[in-house]
């Protein structure tokens, strides 16, 4: 049921907010602000429960989060609530981590709504791709390793136009990289890139739970990436970091 207020507009809103990496505290002003005025949060899983606090009484909770073998709601089924709702001159706010148009699907939620006629606005969110390695001591650049940064997705859509990610093409670049979502292909990622050229040796961090008070992070190289994660029970959610930044971990005062 609307808890809509005397005035409210006829047709309602969705808000694609970006809750940020994790920590609730670096989620934006205005993602709260908008948390505060919602009818409907519909969230993922990556969202802390500290922020989906900040919702009004009697707002409607709808866990859209993706788990392991399990989809709460599948893709479409997304898309649908949040038009449907909002078509019912609903505040909806859809609440996804990092920020949503950064490998968020927020893209395709927006297209979907403005073909439906329905008003939407994004609220940007901190890239966990950028902070989970700041917090862990990690620059993505530094003058004296890295002047570029690629961000790069561990699971590729097959369907997606022009194929899957072309590995050969990252290992030549001269840049940090960065993957999200990898840790299910990790061993296949670390030997796709030194099959390519990048030396064994090269730097890796995993940062389980990246900026949270129970942040986790796996040192080693290309070469043991995979077997030191084995042995550490690392897991997503994780933010790969590759490359010779990962050299000032412990140098820079960040959480260990």
Known sequence: MSRKRQGRRSKGKVYLVGAGPGD??????RAVEVLKEADVIVFDQLVGRELLAVAPHGAEMIDAGKYASHHKLQQDEINEVLAERALAGNTVVRLKGGDPYLFGRGGE???????KGVSVETVPGVTSALAVPAVAGIPVTHRDFSSAVTVVTGHDSPTKKGGAVDWAKIARLDSTI??????????DIARKLVSEGKPSTTPVAIIERGTRTDQVVTVGDLGNIAAKARRAGAKAPAIIVIGEVVRMRGRLGGRQ
């Open 24 to 29: 609730p505290g670096l989620a934006t002003l």
């Open 109 to 115: 939620e927006a297209e979907f709504l403005v073909e």
């Open 178 to 187: 960065v993957v999200l979502m990898g840790m299910k292909n990790l061993s």
